[in-house]
Each structure stands twice: as structure tokens, then as C-alpha cells.
């Protein structure tokens, strides 16, 4: 019994000895490591993105969290030393954004549900500075019978701010920003850049000395994200986004047309393909007074909407889209727009 007793002790004692070197050696019992701290990343008020940066040491590792809605995409680029890379997951860790870890320096995806996911930085076996962009878009849906949205905001020098919009593919993206005129540069600019590109990593417009305006024909049926960067200086701004709603003829018809309703002081968009060569009439029959500019995609304008007039023909130009617009006035209007092309 003695014996059996004085074994028991000799036990214990190894086994706390074992919890000792354990703890000063930064592991949890059973050999397990320590969590590491996190370090939450929020957005400033009405903000989009967030950029943290630091210092690790080779072969480190720094931890962020942050909360996301469901359904909400997640933009997460790092630029690092030599072989650093990131890894995103949900908080509890049974499973990640898109079903299997993504361990590389980016990552975009739409998460699951909302809550927290983690972000893992990894310097690699070089270690040195790093800096991580983390982007979740502003999501922007047109309201009922609209073919716009305007959005207005301020950006703080180098900071930026994402939209994002569905758009089928065929469909026309046009997309114009102004800014306080105090901010403008003095080589013509307006103090932004605008960066267009798809989920799919397909870039519209990149960004670099092309100006704040773009309008073209969309390659795929997918999200597409539009990111206004501040340059070197504060700016407010306004960014209209516009999807024109296409006129389609049926098989064999030259003409075709769309009865809607348009509030005061809105507009809609249409837009319609057609040949060089062709001539397109366009007749627009409203209770109220409305004007109708038209204008190709290259920026051709067929039609100011000076005036009064709410009809169109002439011989086109140029093969490409045309953009019909039919503006109210001060009252709303219920009207139809018939399009003929022969």
C-alpha cells in the first residue's frame, strides 16, 4: 500500500511538472497552442473597407475578425513578403466561406451567413511588413420602375468606397462621377479614380488615367463591382450608375415598344443595338411633357432633349447601342415609347 501510494505521488508530481514546462512554453494541456489574439477590423461609419497593416516575424501569424451579413460579398487582398498568405473562415471553424480554406494573398466570395469570420495572416518563411484591404461592397438595387441610382458620399484622401450591382450580360453599364469642384486637380482630373471590375476578376476599368466615366456593353450576367478611390486629397462626391432596360424586336418585327411610368424630375433608360446605315424613329407618347434625349454608346448624342420635342428619326451613324432617355418634367408622367428601325 505504501508502495502503491509513493508511486501515485511520483505521478503527480511528473504530471505537474509537464503542466509547467507546457504553460512557459506557450502550449495549453495536450500540447495544443494557445489561440492567438484577435484584432477586430471595423469600417468608419458608412465606410465599405478597411486597410490594417503590421511586422511579423518569419513564419508569424496575426489574426482579424470581422462581422458580415449573409449573402454580403467579401473583397480580401495582401500584399506581403515572399511567400506570406491569408486564410478566411468562418469564427467557430467548422467550415470556410467557400467550402474549402483559401489560403493565398486574395480572396473574394459571398459568405454564407452572417456573423464573424476570421482572417489569418501568414508571413511565410521570410516575414517583413504586410498590408491587408478588406472590402465588403455596398450592395445598390434599383427601386421598382427605375433604371438608375444615384449615390452621394465623402472620401478622405487615399480612402475608397465600393458599390456593387447585378447586371445580366448584353446589358449596357454606364457609370459617371462628379466631385466638389475644390477638390479638382490641377491637370483636368476631379480628385478620384474609378475602378470597375466583375467577380469574376474581370476588370471593365482599371483605374489608371482613364476618367470617371464608363459605358459599355457587359461581357457576363454576374455581380460587378465599381470602387471610387480618393487621390491625394478629401472629395465629395456623386456617382450615377445606370443600367438602360433594353428594347427588344421580335423575329421579324422592325419595331418595338414599353409602356411605363416615370416620377417627376427622373429619368429612364432604354437602350437599343442598330446599324450604320439604318434609320431609327423613336415616338413617345406621354399624358404629361416629357423630354427624349438619344445617344449612342460612343457618345455620339442624336438627341439633346433641348426643346420640346418627344420624337426622333434619323439615319444612323455608326453599329453600336443607342441610349434613349425619357425625362419627366415637374409632374410625373405614364407614357409610350415606340422604337422602329428599318
Do not use: C
Amino acid at each position: 500500500m505504501k508502495q502503491h501510494g509513493f508511486r501515485f505521488l511520483v505521478m503527480m508530481v511528473i504530471f505537474a511538472l509537464a503542466m509547467g514546462s507546457s504553460v512557459s512554453t506557450g502550449l495549453a494541456a495536450g500540447g495544443m497552442e494557445k489561440p492567438a489574439a484577435l484584432t477586430r477590423i471595423s469600417f468608419d461609419s458608412g465606410g465599405t473597407s478597411a486597410t490594417v497593416s503590421g511586422h511579423m516575424d518569419a513564419n508569424g501569424r496575426t489574426r482579424y475578425v470581422l462581422w458580415a451579413g449573409a449573402r454580403q460579398l467579401i473583397d480580401v487582398t495582401l500584399s506581403g513578403p515572399e511567400g506570406a498568405s491569408i486564410e478566411v473562415r468562418r469564427r467557430n471553424g467548422r467550415a470556410s466561406v467557400a467550402g474549402e480554406i483559401e489560403t493565398l494573398t486574395s480572396f473574394r466570395g459571398y459568405l454564407p451567413s452572417a456573423g464573424d469570420y476570421i482572417v489569418d495572416v501568414y508571413t511565410g518563411a521570410k516575414g517583413g511588413d504586410y498590408s491587408l484591404f478588406v472590402s465588403i461592397p455596398e450592395k445598390v438595387a434599383f427601386q421598382p420602375n427605375t433604371t438608375s441610382d444615384l449615390q452621394e458620399g465623402s472620401l478622405d484622401a487615399h480612402e475608397s468606397h465600393e458599390y456593387i450591382l447585378r447586371a445580366a450580360r448584353g446589358q449596357i453599364l454606364d457609370v459617371s462621377v462628379e466631385t466638389d469642384q475644390n477638390a479638382a486637380d490641377t491637370d483636368g482630373g476631379n480628385g478620384v479614380q474609378l475602378i470597375i471590375y466583375g467577380v469574376d476578376g474581370s476588370v471593365l476599368k482599371s483605374g489608371m488615367s482613364e476618367g470617371t466615366s464608363f459605358r459599355g456593353e457587359l461581357p457576363l450576367s454576374q455581380s460587378y463591382i465599381i470602387r471610387l478611390q480618393a487621390v491625394d486629397r478629401a472629395v465629395d462626391y456623386s456617382v450615377n450608375m445606370v443600367v438602360p432596360r433594353r428594347i427588344s424586336f421580335a423575329q421579324g418585327a422592325y419595331s418595338g415598344s414599353d409602356n411605363r411610368a416615370v416620377k417627376a424630375h427622373a429619368s429612364l433608360y432604354y437602350s437599343v443595338r442598330a446599324r450604320q446605315g439604318q434609320t431609327m424613329t423613336v415616338e413617345v407618347d406621354a399624358n404629361r411633357p416629357v423630354q427624349l434625349i438619344i445617344y449612342g454608346v460612343n457618345g455620339d448624342v442624336l438627341m439633346s432633349g433641348m426643346g420640346d420635342a418627344d420624337n426622333f428619326q434619323g439615319k444612323l451613324s455608326a453599329t453600336q447601342d443607342y441610349i434613349l432617355v425619357v425625362r419627366a418634367g415637374d409632374k410625373a408622367a405614364s407614357y409610350k415609347i415606340v422604337v422602329t428601325i428599318r
